[in-house]
C-alpha cells in the first residue's frame, strides 16, 4: 500500500510551526524555521533551522535536507517577517505558494519584527512555553487589550488583494530576554513598508476598525479648574463607528462619527465628579478627537488605509471610486477626512 | 421396533415386549400392569420415572382405576380428564414418553393413551443476571415454559392476549409459543412470523438465539433483529406495544418481534426513573454508540493522514508519545483492541473469584507495562479504554457485541483513506440500516424513514401521560 | 406501469430533489459568479432560481397529464416512438455523463484538499460502494437514505456563519454598481448548481401524492436558494473581489479559517463529511440512467443494471485518467449541454405538448 497512499504518521513527519522571512545581505530570501521535535529524550521541544536561497519554497527544499522525516508545513501558526523585508519587497508574491497550498493553514498569524528574525527566534527566553505559542499568546492577548490587530495569512491576502483597504499587521521585538509587542505596522498600497503605529495609536485604529474587545483603556491628561494636569484613564466599554461618505470638490469627504461610552478608572486633580461630569466629558471628547485625528493625519500623510475608508467609498459612490481604484492610497491621502467623538461616562467607580 | 413405524401392536403381551425392546437402554424406564375393578382386565402404564409425577400417576388415575371406577363409562372419562392425547401410533407414542407423559394402554383397545403428568425440575424463579436493572423487576424468566406464561401474565394484569402453540420441524419436535395481544399486534407480522416459525426446516433449536436466526430477515446482517430478553417486564412492556413475543419450554429468554434499529438502546430503567435523567442517560447511550464505532477510527485516521486538524497544543504531546512505538497505529489499535476483548471474553467464562484477577493483570499489563515498553502509546490507552466504556454502557448485549465489532471494519478503512474511509463505512452502515428490516417493518425507523413525531419518544423521554401538575394538592 | 412498490413520500421528493442539487456546485459557485456578476450576483442567483422553478413547472405539466406513464412512455406518446426513444437515449446519454462529471470532479476535490496522492481509481472505486449499495434498492429506500442525508448535514451550513466575524457587510455595496449587463451574464453559472430539478420527470411517476408534485419542487428549489444564496453572500462578504476570482473552490477557502477548541482546519472533517452529499447526487443521476435503460428496454428490475454501468464508468476512469485541467474544460461544454437538457428541454416538450394537443383538437 505504500505506493498509493499519502499516509504520513505523525512521529515520521516534521512539523514547521514557525515560519521566519528576513532578506539576506546578498538580496537572498533568508528563511528561518521552527520544528516540532518529537524526540522525547532531546531537552527541548523545538528545533531552529535556517537557510538562504531565492523563493520559500527553495528555501523549504534547504531546510528540509537539514532533517530527517517528511517536512510538513500543514501546522504553519506563524510566519514573521522582518522590516528589513517588507521594506524593500513585497510579501505576498513571496507567500504565494503557502496560498496556492490548500494543506498550509491560512490562519497562521502573520508578525513582522523590528530586528533580524534569526536574532528574534535565537533569543533565550527564561520562561520555557514553546516559542509558537509564545509568540502566538503575545499577539492574541496584545489583540485583546488593544494594543496590536490580529492578522492571519486569510486576512493578509484580503487586505492585500482589496483595493479599498491597506494591510496592517501586528509588530514585537525583542526587549532583554523576552519579545514584546510594540504596536503595529502599516503596509502601503505597494505592500511595502509604510509607517508604524505605537500602542496607543493601534487602540484607535482598532476602534476605528471596530475590532476592538471592550473594555479598550485610553489615558490621557487633561487641566482641571486649577490648571493642573491631571491624569486620566478611560476604560471604553461600548463604541460606534458611524460613517458618512460624500464627494465635495474632486475629493471624498468622510465624517466619522464615534459616540463612546466610557468609565472612567483613574481620575487625578480637583474634579467634583458629580457636578463636572459634563466638563469631564467635554474635555476628553477634545482629548479623543484630537487623538483620532492625529491618527488619521498620519495615515493620510503616509498615504495608507488601514481602517478601510475605501470600502466605504466603493460602496455609496462607486462612480467615483472607480476613477481612483487604482491608487486608493493617494485619493485617501486627498480625501477630507472629519472625526466627532462623544463622550458618555457612566461610571466612575465607587468613589465620589 | 423401527419397523412398526405407525402400527400399534395389538395385545398387551405384544406392547409390553415392543416397549422394553425400545427402551431398553434406558434405565428409568418403569412399566407396570394392573387390573381394573370394574371387569378385571388387565392395563398396562408406563413411564420414565424421572419425568414423571409418579404421585400425581397413581393418586390420580391407577387408584381410581384399580379401586373406584364402576364401569368402562367412568375409566374412559377418568382417562380424559388427565390425557396429553389418544394416540394410535407408535412414535407419536415414543415422542410423547420421551416427553414427559405416562402411557396407558388397555388390552384389545385399538388406542393407547397418553396420560400428561409430567414434572420437569422447575427451576426456581431468580433475578435475571445478565439483564440486570435498578428498578426494575426481581424475577426473571425461567426454563419452564408455565412459569414464564404465567410471569407474563402477572406483568399483564387483565389482558386478553393470544397464545398460540406451535409445533414445527421436521417431526414437529420444535415446540413454540407465540403470545401477543390481538388489538395491538399487527396482523401482518403475526402472519408473517406464523409462516416463518412453520418454515423451519432444522430437526432441532436448542436456544432462542438459534430460533432467532431461523427466523430473521437479513442473516447476514450483523445487528439482531429480534430483542431476546430475560426479563419478563422487557417482554410485558414489548406485547404491550404491540410486539409478538415467543417463548420456547426449555429456554429462558423470550424473543420479541419486531424491533426497530434504536430500541435496542433503551432500558427498563427506562421507565422508573425521573424523565430528565432518562433522557439524559439516553443522550449518553447514543453518543457512547458514536465513540464505540467510530472513536479508535477517527483516531487513527487523524495521526495517519490528517495531523492539521490536532491542535497545536496536542501534537506536540501526541507526536511525543508516539516516537516511542515502533508499529503503525493501525496496528497498535488492532493489539489493544484484541487483548481488551480477549480480557473481557475470558473474564466472562471465568468463576467470579478469578475473574477479578483477570482484571487486575490486563488493567497493569495494557494500562502500564505496554506503554512503559513502548509497545503502545498513552494517547492509544485512553482512545481505547474510551472505546471499551462506551460499548459497555449499550444496555443490550446483542448490539454491543454487534457494535464492538463494527469498529474493526472501521479501523482498516481509516488506515487506508482516513477521514474519507470512514465517512464511505458511514454510507455504508447506514444504507445498510436503512434497508434492513424487522418482519418486514422498516429496522431503523424512525431515523430512516424518519419520523420526527417519534423522536421524542424514542431520543428523549418525556413525562408519561404529558406534563401536568395535580390539582388536588394544592391548597 | 408506475410500479406501484417504488413509492416516494412527499417529503423524500423534496429530499431527493433538494439534495441532488447541493453538489459540486456549491464548492465553486461563489467563483465562477462572481467572474460574471461580481458583488451583485446574488441577484442573478435569484433570476436563475426563478428560471430553474419556471422548468420545473414545465415538467410537472407535461408529465401531470400522462398519469402512471413513465418518462420514455410519456416521450414517445409525444413524439412519436422513434423520436422518443431517441430524446430518451439522449437523456440516459446526458444523466450517465453527469454521474462521472460528477464522481470525477469530486475525486479530483479530494486529491487536491485531502488525499493528494492517493491512487485515483481506488478512490473511484471506494465512493462508488456506498453508491451501488443505494442505488440497486428499491426507490423507498433510497427515499430513506435521502432523509438521513438531509438530517445529517443540517449542521454543515450553519458553519458558514462562522465566517461572519472577519466580513465586511460593505462588500455587498453598490448594488448593480456596473449596471444590469453584469448580472444578466451571471445568470449562465447559477443555472448550473440548480440542476438536479430534471430528475423529477423520472420520478413523478412513482410520487406517493402527484398533485403536490409542483410544490414539492419548488420547495426543493427554494431549499437550494438559500444554500446558495448562504453560500454566494458569506462569501461575497468575506473576500475581497479579487480573491474571488482567483480561489477556485471559494466555499472551502471559507471553511478552512473555522479553529474550534479541539478540532483546528475543519474543512478536512468538512469536505470528508461532504461526500455524503455528493453521493446523494451521484445515485440520483445513476437512478436516473439505470431506471431510464429499464423503461427504455421494458426491462423487469433496475438494480441489475447498476454493476455494469458502475464497472462502465470505471473503465472509463482507467481510461480517462481525468484532471482538474482536463475536467474543467469538460465542464466547459458539459455545461451548456446540461443548461440546453434541464432548462430547454422542458420548455420545447412543452411547447410541443402544447401544439400537438391544439392539433389534436382542430382534427377534431
Not at chain 1, 514585537?172 to 504596536?183: F, N, Q, R, S
Not at chain 3, 422553478?53 to 414517445?76: D, S, W
Not at chain 3, 438530517?151 to 462588500?171: A, E, I, R
Not at chain 3, 433496475?302 to 474544460?329: C, F, N, Q, R
Request: proline share 5%.
Amino acid at each position: 500500500m505504500a505506493g498509493c497512499s499519502d499516509r504520513t504518521e505523525l512521529d515520521d513527519s516534521t512539523l514547521i510551526t514557525i515560519t521566519g522571512m528576513d532578506l539576506a545581505d546578498n538580496g537572498k530570501l533568508a528563511v528561518t524555521g521552527m520544528v516540532l521535535d518529537f524526540n522525547e529524550e532531546s531537552p527541548s521541544q523545538e528545533i531552529l533551522l535556517s537557510s538562504t536561497g531565492k523563493t520559500l519554497r527553495e528555501n523549504r527544499s534547504l531546510l528540509s535536507s537539514k532533517i530527517g522525516g517528511e517536512f510538513l508545513s500543514g501546522k504553519l501558526q506563524i510566519v514573521i517577517v522582518s522590516k528589513r523585508l517588507l521594506k524593500a519587497e513585497r510579501l505576498l508574491p513571496h507567500l504565494d505558494v503557502a496560498y496556492r497550498d490548500p494543506k498550509i493553514s491560512n490562519s497562521a498569524l502573520i508578525v513582522a519584527c523590528d530586528c533580524s528574525v534569526n536574532k528574534l527566534m535565537d533569543t533565550k527566553r527564561s520562561s520555557q512555553p514553546i516559542l509558537t505559542e509564545y509568540i502566538r499568546k503575545l499577539i492574541e492577548t496584545g489583540h485583546a487589550s488593544e494594543i496590536t490587530v490580529r492578522s492571519t495569512m486569510q486576512h493578509f491576502h484580503y487586505m492585500e488583494t482589496e483595493e479599498g483597504i491597506t494591510s496592517s499587521i501586528s509588530e514585537i521585538k525583542p526587549v532583554g530576554k523576552e519579545l514584546a509587542v510594540v504596536g503595529t505596522m502599516l503596509l502601503g498600497s505597494d505592500g511595502k513598508y509604510a509607517a508604524h503605529l505605537s500602542k496607543e495609536e493601534s487602540m484607535l485604529l482598532l476602534l476605528l476598525k471596530k475590532q476592538f474587545t471592550s473594555p479598550a483603556s485610553f489615558t490621557t491628561s487633561i487641566q482641571d479648574e486649577n490648571h493642573n494636569k491631571a491624569n486620566v484613564s478611560l476604560d471604553i466599554n461600548k463604541a460606534k463607528v458611524k460613517v458618512k461618505t460624500g464627494y465635495e470638490e474632486g475629493n471624498f469627504v468622510f465624517r466619522i462619527h464615534l459616540p463612546v461610552v466610557a468609565e472612567v478608572v483613574e481620575l487625578e486633580g480637583d474634579f467634583r465628579v458629580g457636578a463636572d461630569k459634563n466638563q469631564i466629558e467635554a474635555l476628553l471628547k477634545e482629548k479623543l478627537e484630537e487623538a483620532c485625528r492625529a491618527l488619521i493625519a498620519k495615515l493620510q500623510m503616509n498615504r495608507v488605509d488601514p481602517i478601510g475608508y475605501g470600502l466605504h467609498a466603493r460602496a455609496f459612490d462607486y462612480g467615483h471610486w472607480k476613477e481612483v481604484r487604482s491608487d486608493w492610497g493617494k485619493a485617501f491621502a486627498e480625501a477630507d477626512v472629519k472625526v466627532s467623538v462623544t463622550v458618555a461616562i457612566d461610571s466612575f467607580g465607587v468613589m465620589e | 421396533m423401527t419397523d412398526q413405524v405407525g402400527q400399534l401392536p395389538t395385545g398387551i403381551a405384544e406392547m409390553q415386549a415392543a416397549l422394553q425392546q425400545q427402551f431398553a437402554g434406558v434405565s428409568d424406564f418403569i412399566l407396570k400392569t394392573a387390573r381394573l375393578k370394574c371387569n378385571g382386565q388387565p392395563v398396562l402404564y408406563a413411564y420414565l420415572g424421572v419425568s414423571v409425577d409418579e404421585d400425581k400417576l397413581i393418586r390420580e388415575v391407577v387408584q381410581p382405576l384399580v379401586l373406584e371406577a364402576d364401569d368402562m363409562e367412568q375409566v374412559r372419562s377418568l382417562l380424559e380428564s388427565v390425557q396429553g392425547g389418544q394416540l394410535d401410533r407408535w412414535e407419536d407414542i415414543l415422542r410423547g414418553m420421551w416427553g414427559g407423559n405416562a402411557l396407558m394402554y388397555m388390552d384389545k383397545e385399538p388406542i393407547a393413551y397418553l396420560l400428561d403428568t409430567s414434572s420437569w425440575p422447575s427451576p426456581q424463579i431468580k433475578e435475571p443476571e445478565n439483564e440486570s436493572s435498578l428498578k426494575g423487576a426481581r424475577s426473571g424468566f425461567t426454563e419452564s415454559n408455565p412459569t414464564n406464561l404465567a410471569l407474563l401474565r402477572h406483568h399483564l394484569p387483565g389482558e386478553q392476549f393470544v397464545q398460540k402453540q406451535i409445533r414445527t420441524g421436521p417431526g414437529g419436535k420444535i415446540r413454540v409459543t407465540m403470545v401477543y395481544l390481538p388489538d395491538k399486534a399487527t396482523p401482518e407480522s403475526v402472519e408473517l412470523l406464523l409462516d416463518r416459525i412453520n418454515k423451519i426446516e432444522v430437526p432441532s433449536v436448542l436456544s432462542m438465539g438459534e430460533l432467532a436466526e431461523q427466523l430473521e430477515d437479513n442473516s447476514y446482517s450483523l445487528f439482531p433483529q429480534f430483542l431476546l430478553t430475560e426479563r419478563p417486564d422487557v417482554a410485558a412492556i414489548g406485547i404491550a406495544e404491540g410486539k409478538i413475543a415467543l417463548l420456547m419450554g426449555h429456554s429462558s429468554q423470550v424473543l420479541l418481534a419486531p424491533m426497530a434499529f434504536l430500541s435496542f438502546f433503551m432500558s427498563v430503567d427506562d421507565r422508573s426513573m425521573r424523565w430528565p435523567v432518562v433522557t439524559f442517560f439516553r443522550l449518553l447511550r447514543f453518543v457512547g454508540l458514536l465513540i464505540a464505532i467510530f472513536l479508535p477510527s477517527v483516531y487513527i485516521a487523524t495521526v495517519s493522514f490528517h495531523y492539521e486538524i490536532i491542535p497545536i497544543d496536542l501534537v506536540l504531546s501526541v507526536g511525543k508519545s508516539l516516537e516511542r512505538v515502533p508499529v503503525p497505529p493501525i496496528l497498535e489499535a488492532f493489539f489493544m483492541e484484541f487483548i481488551l476483548e480477549m480480557l473481557r471474553e475470558a473474564s466472562l467464562r471465568l468463576p467470579p473469584k478469578v475473574g477479578q484477577s483477570v482484571g487486575i493483570v490486563g488493567g497493569i499489563v495494557i494500562g502500564q507495562a505496554a506503554v512503559e515498553a513502548g509497545i503502545v502509546s498513552n494517547v492509544m490507552v485512553i482512545v481505547v479504554a474510551l472505546t471499551a466504556i462506551a460499548s459497555f454502557i449499550q444496555p443490550n448485549q446483542d448490539m454491543a457485541a454487534a457494535v464492538r465489532l463494527l469498529r474493526f471494519p472501521f479501523m482498516i478503512a481509516a488506515y487506508l483513506m482516513g477521514m474519507i474511509g470512514i465517512v464511505i463505512g458511514f454510507m455504508v452502515l447506514v444504507c445498510h440500516i436503512a434497508s434492513m428490516q424487522s418482519l418486514r417493518m422498516p429496522f431503523g425507523s424512525p431515523l430512516f424513514p424518519i419520523r420526527l413525531g417519534k423522536w421524542s419518544s424514542v431520543l428523549a423521554r418525556l413525562p408519561i401521560g404529558g406534563f401536568r401538575r395535580r390539582k388536588d394538592s394544592e391548597r | 406501469m408506475g410500479a406501484p412498490k417504488q413509492q416516494l413520500s412527499h417529503k423524500q421528493y423534496i429530499f431527493y430533489i433538494y439534495k441532488t442539487q447541493i453538489g459540486i456546485g456549491v464548492l465553486v459557485l461563489p467563483n465562477t459568479l462572481s467572474k460574471m456578476a461580481g458583488n451583485s450576483g446574488w441577484i442573478s442567483l435569484l433570476l436563475g432560481w426563478m428560471i430553474a422553478t419556471a422548468a420545473g413547472y414545465f415538467i410537472i405539466q407535461v408529465m401531470k397529464r400522462h398519469p402512471g406513464r413513465t418518462f420514455a412512455e410519456v416521450l414517445q406518446d409525444v413524439l412519436g416512438k422513434w423520436i422518443g426513444r431517441a430524446v430518451m437515449t439522449a437523456w440516459i446519454a446526458y444523466a450517465a455523463i453527469a454521474v462521472g462529471v460528477v464522481l470525477f470532479m469530486e475525486v479530483i476535490i479530494i486529491q487536491v484538499w485531502i488525499l493528494r496522492n492517493m491512487e485515483q481509481l481506488l478512490l473511484i472505486a471506494a465512493i462508488m460502494i456506498p453508491v451501488f449499495m443505494i442505488t440497486r434498492n428499491r426507490l423507498q429506500v433510497q427515499g430513506r437514505y435521502v432523509e438521513f442525508v438531509y438530517l445529517y448535514t443540517l449542521w454543515m451550513p450553519p458553519l458558514l456563519f462562522f465566517s461572519l466575524k472577519d466580513s465586511h457587510v460593505l462588500n455587498l455595496l453598490p448594488i448593480a454598481g456596473d449596471g444590469l449587463l453584469p448580472i444578466l451574464y451571471g445568470i449562465k453559472p447559477t443555472l448550473i448548481p440548480f440542476l438536479g430539478f430534471e430528475t423529477a420527470y423520472m420520478l413523478y411517476p412513482h410520487l406517493q401524492d402527484k398533485t403536490k408534485a409542483f410544490r414539492g419542487l419548488l420547495i426543493a428549489n427554494s431549499l437550494a436558494l438559500i444554500i446558495f444564496m448562504t453560500v454566494v453572500v458569506t462569501s461575497t462578504m468575506y473576500f475581497s473581489s479579487e480573491e474571488l476570482r482567483t480561489f477556485i473552490w471559494p466555499t472551502m477557502q471559507l471553511l478552512k479559517t473555522i479553529t474550534l477548541p479541539f478540532i483546528e482546519r475543519f474543512e478536512i472533517v468538512f469536505l470528508s463529511y461532504y461526500i455524503i452529499l455528493v453521493t446523494q447526487t451521484l445515485c440520483a443521476y445513476l437512478f436516473f440512467t439505470a431506471n431510464g435503460i429499464k423503461d427504455l428496454f421494458g426491462l423487469q428490475d433496475h438494480a441489475k443494471l447498476i454493476l455494469p454501468l458502475l464497472v462502465l464508468l470505471l473503465a472509463a476512469a482507467a481510461i480517462l485518467k481525468p484532471t482538474l485541467e482536463g475536467m474543467e474544460a469538460t465542464n466547459a461544454w458539459y455545461d451548456i449541454v446540461s443548461i440546453g437538457m434541464g432548462y430547454a428541454f422542458p420548455l420545447l416538450f412543452w411547447g410541443l405538448w402544447q401544439a400537438r394537443k391544439l392539433g389534436e383538437r382542430v382534427l377534431r
